[in-house]
């Protein structure tokens, strides 16, 4: 199986602050990464998917970038409305593999 | 709008069973590839299972494989997952989940409100 190596565990960040969360492969994936916000108590939610994609919807201050096993995510201009867990998920083999979040505060 | 709504959860003693379905609406649901995504209290996300368009496809997650059964009725436009032996360790939140695009299985765009599981005696 394919393990996702997510950090870090927690971060907190100033509004307007930009921020970066890193995911890491143990192979490669050839760009089959997405990542997810989820708030509490909620479902997640899709924000970039084959890397760098952004999904319908989802702010452009959220992009990602990466290739090979090496991925992240950026958000740029951190709003209150950002704060979260963050799930990167590799979808290049089965079974799939989600990282173990990244939780997002405002500081 | 695309919704998917699951139900079917609830308490259930070690080694017993239960089904959970997952009601779709808003989009031709025989299109797309389908899939179960768990988590635990206070845990991240788990993939359980996905299945194809069709139905004639099917992929699980190592610690359900054996014991959960994924399953679709096109007709009805609804998604199943029929959970047995189940452990204490099986105890969280199922998800429904689409993808983005019809052909796509890879990543999810769609999500349920999700029915907690507790395996509990």
């Known amino acids: 199986d394919i393990q996702m190596t997510q950090s870090p565990h927690s971060l907190s960040a100033s509004l307007g602050e930009t921020v970066s969360i890193e995911c890491l492969a143990s192979?490669?994936?050839?760009?089959?990464l997405a990542w997810y916000q989820q708030k509490p108590g909620k479902s997640p939610q899709l924000l970039i998917y084959y890397a760098s994609s952004l999904q319908d919807g989802v702010p452009s201050r959220f992009s990602g970038s990466g290739s090979g096993t090496q991925y992240s995510l950026k958000i740029s201009n951190m709003q209150p409305e950002d704060e979260g867990v963050y799930y990167c998920?590799?979808?290049?083999?089965?079974?799939?593999?989600f990282g173990s979040g990244t939780k997002l505060e405002i500081k | 709008e695309v919704q998917l709504v699951e139900s079917g959860g609830g308490l259930v003693q070690p080694g017993r069973s239960l089904k959970l379905s997952c009601a779709a609406s808003g989009f031709t649901f025989s299109d797309y590839n389908m899939a179960w995504v768990r988590q635990a209290p206070t845990k991240g996300l788990e993939w359980v299972a996905s299945i194809s368009y069709g139905g004639s496809n099917t992929h699980y997650g190592d610690s359900v494989k054996g014991r959960f059964t994924i399953s679709r009725d096109n007709a009805k436009s609804t998604l199943y997952l029929q959970m047995d032996s189940l452990r204490s360790e099986d105890t969280a939140t199922y998800y429904c989940?689409?993808?983005?695009?019809?052909?796509?299985?890879?990543?999810?765009?769609?999500w349920g409100q999700g029915t907690l599981v507790t395996v509990s005696s």
């Open positions: 998920q590799q979808g290049y083999k089965y079974p799939f593999t």
């Open positions: 989940a689409r993808p983005r695009y019809y052909g796509s299985y890879n990543w999810f765009a769609y």
């Open positions: 192979e490669g994936i050839s760009n089959y």
